[in-house]
């Protein structure tokens, strides 16, 4: 079984920045997609960025310029800093990692816990 663990979130400063980091682990033969959602309260999920396993990213027009996303595949981990925070970037943000296990059987679509985001004065 494949556990994702993220940390970084917490409460900013408008302004200011912060860095998310998600860890894969567990028997995993490889990763693709990697990539951050966020859900703020009474909205939908939504993607806010996407890295390809050969880094080809692609971002939400709300973060552009602000954001910026990044893979380590050697310690299958996925980072997304975030600067220039906003109030409206408030949210729960979840990790969302594609990968197929050492079975090899399958395409798993596996998501973080989440971690809280807070942008306020």
């Known amino acids: 079984q494949v556990q994702l663990d993220e940390s970084g979130g917490g409460l900013v400063q408008p302004g200011g920045s912060l860095r998310l980091s998600c860890a894969a682990s567990?028997?995993?033969?490889?990763?693709?997609?990697m990539a951050w959602y966020r859900q703020a309260p009474g909205k939908e999920r939504e993607l806010v960025a996407d890295i390809s396993s050969s880094s080809r990213t692609n971002y939400a027009d709300s973060v552009k310029g602000r954001f910026t996303i990044s893979r380590d595949n050697a310690k299958n981990t996925v980072y997304l800093q975030m600067n220039s925070l906003k109030p409206e970037d408030t949210a729960v943000y979840y990790c969302?990692?594609?990968?197929?296990?050492?079975?090899?059987?399958?395409?798993?679509?596996?998501w973080g816990q989440g971690t809280q985001v807070t942008v306020s004065s």
């Open positions: 567990g028997r995993i033969f490889s990763i693709s997609t």
């Open positions: 969302n990692v594609k990968y197929v296990p050492a079975s090899r059987t399958s395409v798993v679509n596996a």
